[in-house]
């Protein structure tokens, strides 16, 4: 009996060591994101949001961008990019699936869809949400350690083999949106338009993917 | 043969170990659930669940203290997926897995020290705990959200046969002089996840069967959804007749708790007569 207790003492204390001792590093933007770009390509910001303190209690992020872009053809698409940089006291991600329902919007549908970007090709979400009279169509897709993924599981493996191989797991959730009335088929096409225009500027400010990886 | 009792009277010293070990191990874990049941008005019942499963033990204590003892390597196995699960859980910052590994943890410890015999004995208090794990967000919103629709759906078409004037879009109920939003806490699942957790406890208490204990969990899912819409019903009356001021504030808060006890009042009715059929059958 007392060799089955201490076998047991030892196993649970070394699942509490590894616990207490293995700590992920918080890894820094490449920029700061102060210094997003006002102008990318034909877009120009018209709006930014700073969120009171009780909303970034919740959301938990170590750096965000919240702002409105219009084009020239009067096209306004909303940029939400939230930056966690994986240290002890960062948060997860928030993801829409669950936050959306929960604030009462409708998921209208769902699916995968490939962004052509210059030469390469990702894949992010496309959905499109209702609540009241409004509906928001978006495109997301989460980052982390440098690579995308599109759905909630992939995210928390990626965060565990990055914390396991190289003590990081930051991550990023961005968010583009535009809002509709009745048919619109030219929302879908901004987002496509918006991703490409900003994907390499989004990619410039998060931090590079861990070598090897 | 070594009972139950003996056992812990021999090693009862070095017994106290293991809790103290998985105490120091899970503290940030169970820091946090502590302060998730005292925040998270769904889970507020969180605190009620140990000091019942406690209590399921000393009730049975009589029966337990004389099982036998027969160690099972088995549960050496089971330990070990629990601290897999909390390891990757907490990588992860996974809330859900890290304080489930909790209950599979101290599952495999009883298998693992006591044997079959006494883990036979002990997993209705063991898989109690499980209740005292908030569910994860995602899966929390899966069920709320059609709860939610279904209410709203059946609020209003109780409203239009009253001959009120409303109509509804998703879970948006609208008077000609206010806007009622079904929100999580009014969908039913608030006061479901405590109902449950009640219909299980009372179903060990009171009932035999394996079949009535069953039917009287899943009952309390209707009744926690008929009595929202009655609160819903009651709530649009309220807010038509005295305005949005009526609907918030302290009847808002009163009728939720009226309606839990209404929803226990029929979960209780439903126990008396599942008891008094399991009776007759005895006889």
Known sequence: MKLRIFIVCLL????????????????????????????????????????????????????????????????????????????????????????LPGGGWMQRFEKTVEIDLDGRSMEAVQ??????????TMLYWFQVCGKVVTNEYALKIEEILGSLISRRRDSAFIRLSTEISGEDGGAAEALHRFAEDFYPVIEAFLPAPAGGR | MTTFRETLDRYGWWLLAVPLVLGAAYAPVLQRLVANWYYDDNYSHGFLIPLIAGWFVWRDWDNLKKIEVKPSNWGLLLILLGLVQFTFAWLATELFNMRLSIVVVLAGCVLYLFGTGVFKRLRLPLGYLVLMVPLPYILYDALAFPLKLFVAKVSVGVLKLMGYAVWREGNIIAFPNIVLEVADACSGLRSLVSLIAL?????????????????????????AVLTNIIRVVATGQLAHHYGPAAAEGFFHEFAGLAVFCMAMFFLGGTCFLLRLWEKRHEA
């Open chain 1, 12 to 99: 649970v204390m070394g699942a509490g060591a590894f616990v207490h001792l293995h700590s992920d590093a918080a890894v820094p933007l490449s920029r700061p994101l102060d210094e997003f770009p006002v102008k990318v390509g034909q877009w120009r910001m018209v709006h930014e949001w700073r969120y009171a303190q009780g909303i970034l209690e919740v959301l938990q992020a170590t750096g965000y961008v919240s702002r409105q872009y219009r084009d020239e053809q009067g096209r306004v698409v909303e940029l939400y990019l939230g930056y966690h940089d994986g240290g002890p006291d960062a948060g997860p991600i928030h993801s829409p699936r669950n936050c």
């Open chain 2, 199 to 223: 219909a299980v406890t009372l179903a060990f208490l009171m009932l035999k069967s394996p079949w009535t204990r069953c039917l009287l969990v899943i009952s309390a899912i209707p009744f």
């Open chain 1, 127 to 136: 959905a499109a949400y209702d609540k009241s009279e409004s509906t928001v």
